[in-house]
């Protein structure tokens, strides 16, 4: 299995990491850490080294309550950001943003994933990636960022994810992206409560089962405080044991501020069912 991403492949045969990589000043555990462009290369630097993949470089805040920012803002803070990393390091470089003008830029600076919140709904998104030959995460959101918390409610939420991210897919390729070029996110913890991230992990299978590459983010996420009463920065273990089971269950790749554990942990139970299956 490979996710095609421009002229890049990625191997998903085994799980891969995708780093977080926020040069924002509002993210919810590291707002702030990385918003200078040297710290921010230098931690890119860092994740590489500890097993990174890919780099996901964001420039807006996506936490619960999040007030949206200029694209023009988005731009400045992740362009010379994108440029460098690809200009210096062999990785691939991911752009999470959901504005059709920054994901332009952030392709034009060397990106080659589109990661979007939003699935690539907003008007030209999807025409925008498919000239591009970009790869694409479509995640599923119930709301938006500023207020996808209030008051999240589903009949059926794995049913309903599953069938939101099956339609975006198809939306997606008719569009001219290519089927292998697209990785689905179920979106824990975006507009949804407890138990909800809690039936999406333990039925992943219904995701999996679509065709394509699923991608779990789960590190730091407020399910782990509200399971083990932790807060974002006691949350690491948690977060280790999800990424576990994700993978455990078909996940391909697993977006995580903590890469080096992350990645050991991932390789274990790899190694697992690998044996299993020879």
Not at 54 to 63: F, L
Not at 95 to 119: F, S, W
Not at 223 to 234: D, F, H, N, S
Request: glycine share 12%; with cysteine; net charge negative.
């Amino acid at each position: 299995m490979q996710w095609r991403c421009r002229e890049r492949l990625i191997d998903l045969g085994s799980p891969v990491v995708m780093g977080i990589l926020n040069v924002t000043p509002d993210s919810f555990s590291d707002g702030g850490r990385y918003a200078a462009a040297d710290r921010a290369f230098d931690r890119s630097v860092e994740m590489v080294a500890e097993g990174a993949a890919i780099i996901d470089v964001g420039g807006e805040s996506t936490r619960p309550g999040a007030e949206s920012v200029a694209a023009e803002t988005e731009i400045e803070r992740v362009v010379p950001v994108i440029e460098r990393i690809t200009r210096s390091l062999d990785v691939a470089v991911s752009i999470d943003t959901c504005k059709p003008k920054v994901m332009e830029a952030a392709l034009a600076a060397g990106a080659c994933i589109v990661n979007d919140v939003c699935a690539l709904r907003a008007r030209g998104a999807r025409e925008l990636v498919a000239g591009a030959g970009a790869g694409v995460c479509l995640m599923h959101m119930q709301g938006e960022p500023r207020t996808m918390q209030l008051d999240p409610r589903y009949e059926d939420v794995v049913a309903e994810v599953r069938d939101f991210l099956d339609e975006q897919r198809r939306l997606t390729i008719t569009a001219g992206v290519r089927a292998e070029s697209i990785v689905l996110d179920p979106g824990i913890g975006f507009g949804k409560r407890l138990p909800h991230n809690l039936a999406l992990l333990r039925e992943l299978g219904a995701l999996t089962a679509l065709g394509a590459p699923v991608l779990v983010g789960v590190s730091r996420k407020g399910m782990i405080g509200a399971v083990l009463g932790r807060g974002p920065g006691e949350r690491l273990h948690g977060g280790l044991g999800l990424a576990a089971l994700a993978v455990a269950k078909g996940a391909r790749v697993v977006r995580t501020h903590d890469v080096a554990p992350t990645w050991d942990a991932i390789r274990m139970v790899d190694a697992v069912e690998r044996g299993a299956r020879e």
